[in-house]
């Protein structure tokens, strides 16, 4: 079926790039409301009381920045997005459904051939973005953009749209996929050049994960959901803005058509995705890491079982081994050595404490043995938890670094920034097991082939910080080396990006990438 063709990802303006956090005093006022009604009557106490004052020093044109504007557009959306209760509902989840639904009464209505994005039809050439319009039941649309990120190298914390996944094709380094978690899955198969979206037939354009079998680069698996949204504090998951997790999509011609894979978790409560991964030798064989536990599926997706309960940030197969697999949660790493089949899971040692906040995990074909674990959380002004790295596949990890702080936005890494809940990734040189790259609010690489026991800044945060091939688009969510030619891409709250150097200078790749997250909208009165 083919849904209205406005895809959605983070609005990039110098306001709005990076996530608000509740105020303390409102935060404490909202533990247990679980209806709109009882939400906006306690945010409605606060802004009349202890937040009068924060609303009065906002002057007129910056009203439409106002926390309590927000809320009050956000009780509007939310109440045609409630049960009867007025409680939250899964609305990904009522979206399946309904198609599900329609596609067994009026099946003639849903060809998603038919409605595929122009020029698609299982094609690899990929259409120009700016004409791919889609049709339902309920008339045609047509996508108008926003397509450039108006880039000018004057403007101030530029880009386009947050992509915070990115796959690789096993065998040709030119078809890339990256996923938004509101604008879905968009291809090239020319390096970067143009993009496809191909999720556009999916009712839940959210992505949470990507995973691409190793033996036939037109198998894809798509996680669904807003992986990284998940995190107590900010205002895009708290209060409707974050997309739940339906399970996951598998597409077996490229991504033309998607069929969801087998159930996962199907209980009460919030069901959010953080990360799939596929065997690096059976496309079969993968594992998904949630919020309610570890899935393990050995067919494809048709079933899945749950070998762990709790909360995991990150999975990851040892290279050409798939009968070792590691996990992350917020505080600790945990591995398996036959493939998580009996349920027995050995618990990681650290040298130091490791991570409070969240743990990602990074391996390298050229080192099988190398784990590497950057850990989430700020304890002290320069500093953050900081960088492990195992020797011995996961047993033991030792710290490799914890200084500066490589998590915030300071070039020099001073301060206590830190939105590790939010955006937080490691990933190793496929050629060279102890080069090292990381992302967060910003880019940081090994100064040399060091393991991480030292690192530089490889982006910054604003335009006038330095050269203009150092600038990415900050929140950074999703850093990957492409293993056919060790190019390096940063996929950012901005778009998607791709360093030719190990990260020394980068390229946007992002033009023709519709994945704006729109949070207002408005139309001339004279001239609609």
């Keep these: 079926m083919k849904y209205v063709f406005i895809l959605i990802a983070l609005v990039c303006s110098a306001v709005t790039f990076a996530q ?6 409102l935060a404490a006022r909202l533990q247990g409301k679980t209806t709109v009604q009882e939400i906006m009557k306690e945010v409605d ?6 937040g009068k004052a924060q609303r009065s020093k906002i002057n007129d044109e910056e009203r439409f920045e106002d926390d309590y504007v927000f809320w009050k557009r956000w009780e509007w959306w939310m109440l045609s997005h409630v049960d009867g209760e007025g409680k939250f509902v899964n609305i990904n989840k009522k979206n399946f459904d309904a198609t599900q639904d329609a596609n067994q009464k009026w099946g003639h209505l849903i060809d998603k051939d038919a409605w595929a994005p122009q020029g698609r039809q299982g094609s690899e050439t990929a259409p120009s973005t700016k004409t791919a319009k889609t049709e339902n039941a309920y008339g045609a649309w047509t996508s108008i953009g926003p397509f450039d990120d108006g880039t000018t190298n004057s403007g101030d914390i530029e880009g386009l749209g947050r992509i915070d996944r990115i796959a690789f094709h096993p065998s040709n380094a030119n078809i890339i996929f990256i996923g938004s978690p509101t604008g879905g899955v968009w291809k090239t ?4 050049t143009s993009w496809t979206p191909i999720t556009n037939s999916l009712p839940a354009l959210g992505v949470a994960g990507i995973a691409v079998s190793p033996t036939n680069g037109n198998v894809i ?11 107590p504090g900010y205002l895009v998951f708290d209060y409707g803005s974050s997309g739940s997790c339906i399970g996951v999509f598998k597409s077996t011609d490229g991504g033309s058509t998607w069929t969801q894979t087998g159930n996962l978790y199907t209980g009460a409560s919030d069901f959010v995705g953080h990360r799939l991964t596929v065997s690096p030798t059976n496309g079969n064989y993968l594992f998904a890491a949630t919020n309610q536990g570890l899935w393990r599926t050995t067919n494809g997706g048709n079933t899945w079982t749950q070998v762990r309960t709790g909360d995991y940030w990150d999975v990851k197969f040892k290279p050409n081994d798939d009968s ?20 027995t899971w050995n618990t990681s040692t650290f040298d130091f404490t490791n991570g409070n906040t969240r743990i990602e995990l990074a391996v390298s074909p050229n080192n099988a043995n190398y784990v590497y674990a950057l850990c989430g959380g700020v304890p002290s002004s320069g500093t953050f938890t900081g960088l492990f790295r195992s020797t011995n596949s996961g047993v033991s990890f030792t710290r490799r670094c914890n200084s500066p702080n490589i998590l915030g936005s300071q070039k020099n890494g001073s301060g206590t920034g830190d939105q590790s809940g939010y955006d937080l990734g490691v990933t190793v040189k496929p050629s060279e097991a102890s080069y090292v790259v990381t992302c967060a609010l910003n880019v940081w690489r090994s100064t040399g082939n060091n393991g991480g026991s030292a690192m530089q800044y490889a982006t910054i945060y604003r335009e006038g910080q330095g050269v203009a091939s150092e600038y990415i688009h900050p929140d950074v969510h999703a850093i990957a080396f492409n293993p056919l030619n060790n190019y390096l891409y940063a996929g950012s709250d901005g778009g998607i990006y791709r360093s030719t150097d190990d990260g020394v200078s980068w390229t946007n790749l992002s033009q023709g990438v519709a994945t704006s997250q729109f949070f207002r909208f408005a139309m001339q009165d004279t001239d609609g």
């Design 221 to 231: 698996y798509v996680l669904s959901g807003d992986g990284d949204s998940h995190t």
């Design 20 to 25: 608000k956090n509740l105020p303390t005093a």
């Design 189 to 192: 198969t020319d390096g970067g």
């Design 324 to 343: 070792t697999v590691y996990a992350s949660s917020a505080t600790d790493v945990f591995y398996s050595t036959d493939g998580g089949r009996t349920g």
């Design 45 to 50: 106490a606060y802004y009349e009381g202890e």
